[in-house]
Each structure stands twice: as structure tokens, then as C-alpha cells.
């Protein structure tokens, strides 16, 4: 089989997410192995239009499969969101002799690959993001990685908490999908998961759940707040004032974007960049790669930005079960 | 819908696992949510013959969902495999009341289940072994934590075998199957993966690659050897002999079975918990519960226990071209 | 040699630190193996004037020296700073037996210890909290786990200020002590320590310093900043408005004080709840054990809370040449 | 104060050990501080003899601080022992103009500094080795990385081990010393510890010793081996053979000297590398480096190889009263 391109080049864009470096790595040795050249192109598309790009090659990607972060940066860039941006994109693209690009990133990294596809740079889409928030795929880059961080902060906080007997309530990551908080709230024990896809418990329904369980003997009383809900302070201060059960609220913060990818984040995230140079080469056009029903396959980018995204109801009332 | 059980014992058989602790919590606290009875059954089959059982409330479980290991302690039965140890076994649930049973274990405990089930006591199996090789299902409880700790220490292996330019072979579980050493193969960025499942290269084809990594400039030499292939320590003299290479070789051993479990292993070990006890409310006979293309579904025990397993090819030659 | 003592309480006051469950297994199996009844005390002295107490034995101690937190829990109690709960305090003893406590927590602590001495119990104070903060001995029982899970949790923050070439202010504990601060500078590669042992630098020295290291080619601007010194969110807004670089503020909060203890801290925990005993059987009167040049030692309470403590002036240096 | 020295070497000799990476870091940056050139000497004295040898800058040690092995590699070098290889060791130092050199590792690469001083080389020791045989030293780099390692790894044990009831025999790193074994020994709540610088009990103890404490109702049988005692697979066989119980034993292996280094190793070896370099400054020559009795000494290497070690006996004496 002959490949479609000669030259791709590989981005990250949005947010950085445990993994993108094993995805890099990936499409630099698949790459190389379907006998391409690869070019890192540094900080997003932003590095694109500043032409701030060089070849990689097997040796470059060499220690980076366990480290976090993104070797070749990431920066949000205002002016790719316009025509103008696009087509010096595609024209810096020709510069360099990219016939094909990975785009490591979100919805929005999607978005940007399209038009530059449109403009005659065949450009795939690999998602990576903590969040888990893209509708296409049942796994995202780094989702792994943040919720055992997640999970591990919040074990930590526990012991105190229960030492103490305290309330805690502890704010996870998630943009507005309540993934990582139902994870989180599952995986360590929590009594109470807030998250954007489901009603919201009034203050008192919480408070009146707080009461109970300490009247059954439970020594600490954790919920889980999505980012998508916040108010984590106030809720607080309410328990407080109202049970006077001492709460303490933390959001955790960068620290869940960080750390060395876990296994299942650096085996997809692996698996991806492979499947990406694989598309470039059979010459497949504006697909995004997801991980759907157990298996790596790929999607048309409109499609994929059109569908929606459901937290899975039945893990949800489990949520509830465990308490 | 009412239950068509009322009291249910739980168990954890053979190989003991991380999440296995993760399952029993889920198990108590969605039966008693469901308005059963909920008996512990110690020691496996073994315990149940010697009528080792007693009634877990939702504090029993308490502070258990992070700890490594099963509370209900594990054991080999030999009696059980006979008929006669079968149907005492079936008499002891009755003396206790046990209308419904969950077995988590692997293949061989899904067996005894069966038998239980032809004696009328409906038995539900969960996988749990961290070696992945139970057929009909794409995940089994203790995987994701035994493929991160080995994976851990790959990496340390990796740092001390960087320092002083040695080749390291580490031999990793897995009985008969490949899969803990194939992602740790792609998740260590090891040079080479040995798995049953795959022709083994010969030890010249394995030196042959070592040298020419080392005359790419790499400056450590990974293999990773599948327990079911095993030789390790014969393969790491005959590199250092032949190559003057220094050459070590690591069993990893008994550390891969325990650990806290990881944020996959408690989601899929409480979701699969609470699916068994729903499946025994529902009247459903003989079923093991499974993660297969993203769903938690259920098979007949019979017919899961005659699937074959295949190694994923695409994986396997990801692996190869990361090298 | 006869005991000078009979029966002995223990008991965690004041903040929880990891190790504490290593003191009270190493109190009470070496009392049980010096030949003592042991009590536990729940809940600090609130427990004590309740006589929330009871008989442990050598299993009630099993399986918790890799524990966070304290099984004994902790309180605070404001009765017993007066002189009638103190009096009560040592009625209570009397009532259980007990003729000699281990008190485990800070200088507060300590003095509820001195006074319960003069009131005929004799109490012997273990240094346990994460803040370094105890004059008299150069280790207290959780710096060493609070300082790793900080650094870690910092480590997980520079990979993805790295991504992003952002300015990073980390906010950790300690109290009016800077020692959590300037071991997670050094240990982490922190470009700044704001610790309340030194002058602060003015916030045109620390954006200036930002500056010069942007300048070098540095891709991450770390800066640690004390509890003791605080203000971080404001001083990331100055740092943002001033120099365009995106700067976030984290307070990493009571993940600090959870977490299971590290081999330091279980190390020094046994050591000291043993050499507590010791003292108690010597009949040695209201003393504190100390960890003092690299030996295990102890001090007249009254003569320990009046020690000034500094902060070591090389190591502050060191960590300035450092970056 | 004028420095006595202008361009110094670093190098590191013998095994690797996490925190030699700190190190290095320290020496490089503290080096430049100081107003000197620093020379990195790849591979221990035999990079030295091959003048593998280059200029490090600061930007050369980022981001190493919390990486395990040893940037600089490692190497042993037979021809250095010899008088013409020190003399032509001597030689290539004045080749690249240096005149002053830090040596991290182990007694045998201090008697190598020594040596280089004699011929006009002022050579400074810095203490690195998991193993802490170094008598001069109250700590050496990695101890404390390589026992929490240790202490992790037997905890995974200990949970397979208690769902089993088996008895699992551990072997430890620490050549002849049994330093790692008896901290892990506390650490992890082992039943028994064997070091090289106690008697050994008798099998028959040993035996003895599990059935009381099997008979006690303890779930684990956990004994620590140090390697210097080793013998380990014998030991479980017999131990098998006669009670009847489950026994396994694990080597750990190379896994103990790898790894992100601990807090403790990172601000040790940051500041031991600080200090040579201001005692290369001083024009102090042919000293160690040592941490004694809380502070940062210095002693001549000939007295510093002179002295001897031994083991606390208190410590080992409470580690027989925790169980």
C-alpha cells in the first residue's frame, strides 16, 4: 500500500493532558515505520502560523511515554479562529512540506483541523483532554490519569477527615461534564456526588443526608463537587452554620491536569497516534479517532461534533447505592 | 419488580485480586439497597463448606474500597470440585438461608458456580484475576492495578538500567496469557514484548535487536517476558555471553497480585458487583457478568466458559513499530 | 528493672499527622511487651473528660501502621485548658487506672501533658505534626509524608505550567513555620520560596526574578509560598497584570494532611511511641521525646516549649543557588 | 573569599542510586553560582580515561531533580585502580583544565578521589548508595528512596499474602548491610527481620516463631531478608515443608535502586552537592561529605574509610517488639 502523504506534522492543542506525549511518540515512530517524515510543530496552532516547527525523528521521542505535559507545548491561539488564520496555517503547512497533520486536543483543536483539511492539509484528530467531554468516544487522553490524581488527593483528604470527623467537600475538574467527579465519587467512597447532568440536591436534601449518615456511625462525610456546579465555599459554610459539623472545602485544581500518565492513559493514548498516521496514510480525510464500544475507530469531524454526550444513568444510580 | 432472592452470599475464589475488596462493598451495599440479606462467605468455597459465614452490614464494608486483597480471604478447594463437596455446598447455602450466590473469581470458580446453580442456587460469576483471560469479557478486576504496578517498576528497572547501559528482562504475570506483558511492552516503551499468545523470536532474533538498538544510541534494552513463556533468566545469559552486554534478569513476582486498586479497577469491580446482585434479584440463572464493547452485559456460564480469547493484532504490531 | 507504671493511656491531639497510627501500634505493643495494661483514648482529651477509652491489645493494632490519620481520632477541647478540666482529666485516668499517658501532638498538647503531670499522671509528650514546628527535636511525626505529597503534588503542577509556559504559585502548610515551603523549593526545583523565617521580596523583586528567568529560556515559574506568608491569589494577579504571563494560584489544602505515611515517618512514629513507654517505665517525669542530632532523646517539657527554633540559613541559601 | 579551584569536575562512580541526578544538579548550578566552569565526566573514571567529558550549563541539569539514575551514567573501571590509570586520570583532569572534582558514590570511588588528590587533583566524596554502608555518614543518597520502594513493594505483598494466609519471605537490597531490611522491617510491620549484623535464628526459631504467631491470629507472615543473610527460597521451602503453610519468596531486585527520588533524597543530595563544592572552594582537601547527627560535616577520606558502622540496637531491639 502506497501512503496518501509523505510529511505530516503532530500538535497539541487546548488544554495539556497526561498522555499527548505518548501520542506523540506514537506518530513519530509510527510515522517514521510507514516510512514518513515527521515535524513537531511547537505550542498549538500558534506555533503553526509562526512557522515554529522541526523534523523528529525515533531518537527525539525517546523517555517521554511516562512524563506529563506536552513536549511540544500548547497555547491557545485567537487568530486560527479566523479565515485569515487558517489559510496562513495551510500556506505554513506548504512551507514545510506537511501534507498531513495530527491534531492532539478537543472539540474546539477539531474545529481548526477541519478548515485546515478544507484547505488541502488532510489534518486527524486525536482527543485528548482530561475532561472526557467529547461526544464521539468513550475514552479521552488523560481522563485516566486525572481521576486516579483526583482520587489520591481525595483518599488523602479522607483520612483527615475521618481523624477528625469532619465534612469535606472537594471540587474536581471537568469543564461541564461530571465524569470525573462521578468517578472520583464512586472510586473513593464518597457519600455524595454533584454533578452538571443531574439535578442538583437542594442545600437542605444534602444537609438532611449529612445528618443521617453521621446517625448511622459514618465517620466522614465527603461530596464530590463538578466543577460544572461549584459553590463548593458556600456549601460549606452552610453545612457548617446549619449542622455545626466542622466542613472544609478544597479544590484540588492543576494538579489533576499533571503527573506521569497512568497505564490505560499511555495505552490509547499509543494506540491513537498509531491509528492517526494509519488514516493519513490510507489517505482518509477529516476523521477524528475515538475509542468506541472497545474499539479504536474513526469518525468524520462534523459528525463527531454534532453528537451528544450522556453520563451513563445506571453508574449514576449505582453512585447512589454504594453509599 | 420484586427480588426473586432474599438473602445472598458473596465470595472470592482462586487468585486473589486488587477491586476484589471493591466488589464485596458494592455487592452488601446495593443487596441491602435492594432489600436483601447479605452473608459473607470466607475463604472461598472451602469457607462454605465449613460454614465460615456471617451476615455484612452496610458498615461492614466500610473503608474497604482502597485496600488491596479480598476481606473475605481466599483458598483452593479441592473438595469442591467433586460432586459430593458440591452438594454440601448447596446444603450449606440452604442452612444459612442463601438463595443466591456471587462468585468472583476466574474460570475455574465460574465452574463451581454452575454446579451450585444446577443444585438450585442461583449462582452469579465476576470476573476477577488481574491475568485478563476470562473470554467473554474485555476487562477482569485487579488487570488495570496489576499492569500499573508492574509498569512502575519497569520504570525503576528502566532508570538504573539507563545509568549503567545494561539490558533488563523482566518477567511479568499473566499464567497462559500475553496481555499484562503486552501493555506494559507499550506502556514501558520496553524494546520487545514476549507473549505466548505470538511466535517467540529466537534468542538470535532477540540479540540481533538488541545490538541494533544499541548501535541506534539507546541506552537501555527492555524485554518484557509473559510469565507463560518464561525462561528469563537463561535468556539474560545468553544475551550478556554472547553480546558482553550486562545483562539482568527480574522476576517481578507476587507484588503484581496486591496494591490499593487503581480508579478503573474500583469502577468496573463496584459496577459488576452491583450488576450481579441485580441479575440474582431478577430471577436471571447462571450468568457471569462481563465488560464487553463498553457495556456491562451478561452470559450463560456455559457458553462463556467455551469463548476463545484472542491477543488484539493491531496491539501487537503497535508495540513492534514503537520501538 | 520494675515498671515505675501499670497501666497506660495514649491519645492524638491536635491536628492529625501520618504516623500517628505507628506511635499508638508501637505504644501499645511495646507497653503489652514491657508488660502493660494499654488504654486508647478517643478523641484527644474531649475523649479523655468523657472517658471515651478503652483496652487495646496487640491485634487492635494490626494492619494500621500504613495507615493515614488516627484510629484514636482528635479534637480539639476547649475545657480542658482550664484548671477544672485538667483536674477532671486526671480523675478520669484514675477512674480507668491509668498511671502513666502518651500524648501525642504539638506544644499545645504538651502543656495539657505538663499539667496532667502535676496532677500526678505522668504524661509523656511525642512530637507529631506535619509543620516541623516543635522547638525542641529535629523531626515531627508527618513532615516527611506531608513534604512528598506535596513535591508531588507541585511535580504534577510544573508539567502542565511547563505545557503552558505559565507562572505557578503553590500555596502549602506549615503554620507560622516555613519548613514544608523551603523542603518542597528545593526538593522540587521551585524558582522562589516565600517563607515567614526571611524577609519577603517585594512583589517588583519576584516579578523581576520571573523576568530574568523567562529571559534564561526557563519554561515553568514555580513559587512556593508558606501558609505563614499566604496571599497567593493576590500575588498571582499582580505577577498576570505585570507581565502578560498566564499565572495560577493553587492552595493545596488537607491532601497535605492525609496520605499513607512514608518509611521516615512510620520509622521515627515506632521509634518514638517506643522510647515514650521507656520513659514511662523509667519513671522519667513529664518529658517530650525528641529526635535531636540524629539521635532519640528527650527533654523536660516546661524546658522544651520555651526552645526557639530556626530555620537552617545554609539550606535557605542553598535553595536560592539552586534555581 | 577567592576560590581556590576554577573548573571542577563532576562524576558518578558505582551503582546508581535515586538523588544522584539532585546532585549533579546542585554541583552544577552551585558550581556556576560560585563563579567556576563545570565539567560533567560521563561514566564514572572510565569516561575519565576516555575524556568523555563535557561543559554543563545550568539549562543542562533542568529538570532532572526529580529523575531517578544518573544523567552522568555509571560505570565500574578496573583500570583505574592501578597507579598508571589514577596517573592517567590525573592527566586527562588537566587536559580539560580541572582542578577540583566531585566523586558521588560508595567507599570504592573515594578511595579513587583519594587518589586523584594525591596526584594534585583535589577530589571531594559525596556519599551515594541505596545501601547506607558508608560508616562516616549518618545517610547516603537513595537510602531513603530505595527503602519506601521496598517498603510499597512488601505492602502489595502483604495484601496477597493476608487473602491467602500465606507466608511471604522478602528479600531486600543492602549488600552487606542490613540497613533497608530492618527500616523495611518496621516500616511494613514484618514479623521478623534478618540482617547480617545479628544472629541469624535458627530455622527452628523461625518456624517456631510463625506457628505462635499463626496460633495468635495473625493473617500475614511476613519476613524480611537482607541480602546480605539471603538464602531466602531454602528458608520458604523449609518453612513450607514443615508447617504446612503457603510460603513464597521474592527477591526484589534492581527495582529497589531506581525511581523518582523522595523529599529526603533530593534535599540531601542537594545539599551535599552545595557543600562540595564550597569545600573544593575552601581548597579543602581530600574530604567527604557526611550527615552527622543532624548536620553537614566534612571528614577526611583516609579517616572517613577508617571508621566503622553498626546498627542501632535499639532500633532493632524495637523492631522484635512490634510485632
Redesign the interface.
Known amino acids: 500500500m502506497s501512503n496518501k502523504v509523505s510529511t505530516i506534522g503532530v500538535l ?1 492543542s487546548g ?2 493532558a ?1 498522555g499527548m506525549n ?1 501520542t506523540i ?2 506518530v513519530v ?2 510515522g517514521i ?1 510507514r516510512g514518513l517524515k515527521v515535524m513537531g510543530i511547537q505550542k498549538g496552532y500558534n506555533g503553526l502560523l509562526q512557522g515554529d516547527v522541526r523534523e523528529l525523528n ?2 527525539s521521542v ?2 517521554i ?6 513536549i511540544l ?3 491557545r491561539c485567537l487568530d486560527f479562529v479566523k479565515p485569515e488564520g487558517q489559510a496562513r496555517g495551510a500556506e505554513m503547512c506548504k512551507v514545510f512540506g506537511i501534507d498531513g497533520l495530527v491534531v492532539i486536543g478537543g472539540d474546539g483543536s477539531f474545529q481548526g483541523a477541519e478548515k485546515l483539511a478544507n484547505l488541502g492539509i488532510n489534518a486527524i484528530g486525536v482527543p485528548g483532554t482530561i475532561d472526557l467531554d467529547i461526544a464521539c468516544t ?1 475514552y479521552t487522553i488523560g481522563f ?1 490519569t486525572a ?3 483526583a ?1 489520591d ?1 481525595i ?11 469532619r465534612c ?1 467537600i472537594i471540587e474536581v475538574m471537568g469543564r461541564n461534564a461530571g465524569y470525573i467527579a462521578l ?2 465519587g ?4 464518597a457519600e455524595m456526588v454533584l454533578i452538571p447532568e443531574k439535578q442538583r440536591p437542594t442545600d437542605e436534601e444534602i444537609i438532611k443526608t449529612i445528618l443521617e449518615n453521621k446517625h ?4 466522614h462525610f465527603l461530596i464530590i463537587v463538578a466543577e460544572g456546579i461549584g459553590g463548593s465555599y458556600n456549601l460549606a459554610k452552610k453545612i457548617e452554620a446549619t449542622t455545626g459539623i466542622e466542613t ?1 472545602a ?1 479544590i ?8 506521569s500518565p ?3 492513559d ?2 490509547h493514548a ?2 491513537m497516534g ?1 491509528k492517526a498516521v494509519d488514516l493519513l496514510c490510507e489517505g482518509k480525510q477529516k476523521r477524528v479517532v475515538a475509542f ?5 475507530v474513526d469518525y468524520d469531524i462534523n459528525e463527531a461534533l454534532k453528537m451528544k454526550k450522556n453520563i451513563d444513568d ?2 449514576y444510580e ?1 453512585s447512589q ?3
Open positions: 497539541t488544554g495539556d497526561p505518548a511518540r506514537a515512530r509510527t515505520a525515533a531518537r525517546s523517555d511515554v511516562q512524563r506529563g505535559g506536552t507545548q500548547t497555547a468513550d485516566d481521576v486516579n490524581t482520587m488527593a483518599n488523602k483528604i479522607r483520612d483527615t477527615s475521618t481523624s477528625h470527623e469535606s468517578w472520583c464512586i472510586s473513593s467512597g448511622k456511625g459514618k465517620k472544609r478544597s484540588l485544581g492543576h494538579l489533576q491536569r499533571g503527573g497512568t497505564a490505560v499511555r495505552i499509543s494506540m498509531a468506541k464500544n472497545g474499539q479504536y445506571y453508574m449505582v447505592l454504594l453509599i
